[in-house]
């Protein structure tokens, strides 16, 4: 399926992902993709499992009770649901931003070492690291000189950002986005858009949205869900331009959705 | 004016701001709701104030610095050792109790499989609804008569600490349940293992409301004398051991209440205790009030 990135190994590879609840099946026998240092983008009207397939990719699906998960997802050969995996680690190697932003009600400065603390860092790593990471999500500038300030007291945007610098602060080898932006004013949203050019550098990521042209913006592929299937995916401006289903076609053109 | 067809708006020309007919008979249904609700809040405030008047006025005219400084001596004197014995008391309750609340908090708001909280929550409620006597009996027969310690201070805060174990309980679980779930989301996002997120974040958030709890829980078992009535028992002067008896406030309303009126200053005596009761029942609740505002301004923004 992503036979345009020859001889780079995929970070993610879903194979045959299947989410059931106990009344409907939530997604089914999805299989896709992913490659390091590129942004994916993940599309779909309301409804169409987006949401639960991001959270199947870093184990955030083990704490909605009731859930089945069938198929596989293997981060870098290594099925996460496998046995004896911890979750844990899951979630340390791959990293989550939600919709809302989510900071804790702590300094700044403790929100970005939230994760540093977990893993018991060195205090001198823990302020370098936190100087670094607030820079790569473009809050330094900012808020660099009031790491003391409780997080709570900035605005939506920053808010945001910082939960993206507390992320990175970890060094996930895997980002994900769940629409990280449809909580924001279009200024802000711009400002965390903007971040993930620097970020695909070093991170695969994957980002779900319901706003098109954001995926557009940002995706260099891109996957359209619709009622719990993978429609199709590639690369986005084949996506956009020629989609091969007409289901694509339909939604990208906004005739549902 | 009648309003066409119900639609507000101007009839015909002018355009009325006055309410008439069906709309001005509602504000005036309005009003009187508004004034039966406070009446009602008048009944419910009245005992109180009535209970706060009736106490100062019988046992200001005779407190003396002497009240808070003295053993109670025959009839009179002070009542120095029930007021040491009581912070003894509450102090040992205190500690056992939110030592057992917090941690049984913890394990069902986190740990503890759906069907496991669930008979515990219900546990909780049984215990916090179990008369305060039979508490006593079951501490007497186990903290005096089986281990054959009589009548101690130990034995009256262990069965203190118990009857205040529920309240405690119940409000660290229903204070970490509440801590919105998106944190939760993240702190696990994190990589947080479950307790790690109990600790660090649901903890902090849940402070306030479980001090709240731990102070309500502190003011019952003070007012309380059943627990301690035939655990702790009774001494007319100071403590001197954990492992012997002591007087208490609460129990010293019980005891001096019941003479008769020829015995004057017993009736006095147990006045004072009533009052002194109240005072340090006001202070807790001051205090905890000061000390929750100081974390609370902390989760400012966070409920939103």
């Known amino acids: ?257 | 004016m009648a309003l066409a067809s119900g639609v507000a708006g101007p009839a015909n020309g002018a355009d009325l701001l006055t309410s008439t007919g069906r709309l001005r008979r509602r504000l005036v249904f309005d009003r009187v709701i508004g004034w039966a609700l406070l009446a009602a809040f008048l009944v419910v405030l009245f005992p109180l104030f009535d209970m706060l008047y009736w106490v100062s006025a019988k046992a200001l005219p005779t407190l003396t610095w002497g009240t808070l400084t003295q053993n109670q001596v025959g009839t009179g004197g002070g009542l120095y050792p029930m007021i040491v014995g009581t912070f003894v008391l509450i102090g040992i309750a205190t500690a056992i109790s939110t030592a057992i609340g917090v941690v049984a908090g913890f394990y069902t708001s986190e740990y503890a499989p759906a069907p496991v909280a669930r008979v515990a929550r219900i546990a909780g409620n049984l215990l916090a609804g179990v008369p305060a006597i039979v508490l006593g009996y079951f501490g007497y027969f186990l903290l005096v008569i089986y281990t054959g310690w009589g009548f101690t201070a130990l034995a009256g805060g262990i069965t203190l600490g118990i009857f205040m174990t529920p309240y405690i309980y119940r409000t660290t679980d229903v204070a970490l349940t509440n801590v919105p779930p998106a944190q939760r989301e993240a702190a696990l996002a994190m990589g947080s293992r479950r307790g790690q997120y109990l600790v660090r974040v649901a903890f902090p958030i849940a402070i306030p409301t479980i001090l709240t709890g731990i102070f309500f829980a502190m003011a019952l078992g003070l007012g309380e004398a059943a627990p301690i009535l035939y655990t702790a028992g009774f001494s007319s002067t100071p403590i001197t051991s954990l492992m012997s008896p002591t007087g208490s406030l609460a129990v010293a309303i019980w005891q001096f209440y019941d003479f008769p009126s020829t015995y004057g200053s017993f009736l006095a005596l147990a006045f004072q205790a009533a009052f002194l009761s109240i005072v340090i029942v006001l202070v807790l609740n001051v205090a905890v009030q000061l000390l929750s505002d100081r974390y609370r301004r902390r989760l400012r923004g966070l409920y939103q």
């Not at chain 1, 955030?60 to 979750?87: A, F, H, W």
């Not at chain 1, 009031?146 to 993206?164: F, K, M, V």
């Not at chain 1, 980002?207 to 995916?233: C, D, K, M, P």
Request: net charge neutral.
């Open chain 1, 1 to 257: 399926m992503s036979a345009s990135d020859p001889g780079a190994a995929p970070v993610l590879t879903v194979e045959h992902l299947t989410v059931r609840s106990p009344t409907r099946t939530i997604l089914s026998d999805v299989s896709l993709e992913f490659a390091d240092k590129e942004v994916t983008g993940i599309i779909g009207p309301s409804g169409c499992g987006k949401t639960t397939f991001i959270r199947t990719l870093n184990r955030m699906i083990d704490t909605s009770p009731g859930l089945r998960v069938e198929g596989s997802v293997r981060y870098r050969g290594q099925d996460i649901y496998g046995r004896g995996v911890n979750p844990v680690l899951v979630r340390q190697r791959i990293g989550m931003v939600f919709q809302r932003p989510t900071v804790f009600p702590m300094s700044i400065y403790e929100n970005v070492a939230f994760g540093l603390r977990l893993l018991r860092t060195e205090e001198e790593t823990v302020e370098s690291v936190v100087r670094r990471s607030l820079t790569r999500a473009g809050l330094w500038n900012e808020i660099g000189s009031n790491l003391d300030q409780p997080a709570l007291e900035l605005s939506g945007g920053q808010q945001q950002r910082l939960c993206i610098a507390r992320a990175l602060a970890i060094e996930p080898k895997v980002l994900l986005f769940d629409e990280p932006t449809s909580s924001l004013d279009p200024i802000a949203a711009q400002k965390v858009e903007e971040l993930f050019g620097e970020l695909k550098k070093d991170y695969a990521v994957i980002i779900v949205t319901h706003n098109l042209q954001q995926a557009a913006r940002v995706a260099s592929r891109t996957a359209f869900l619709y009622q719990g299937r993978l429609i199709e995916s590639g690369p986005t401006e084949a996506l956009f331009e020629r989609p091969k289903e007409s289901l694509t076609q339909q939604y990208i053109t906004g005739r549902f959705g």
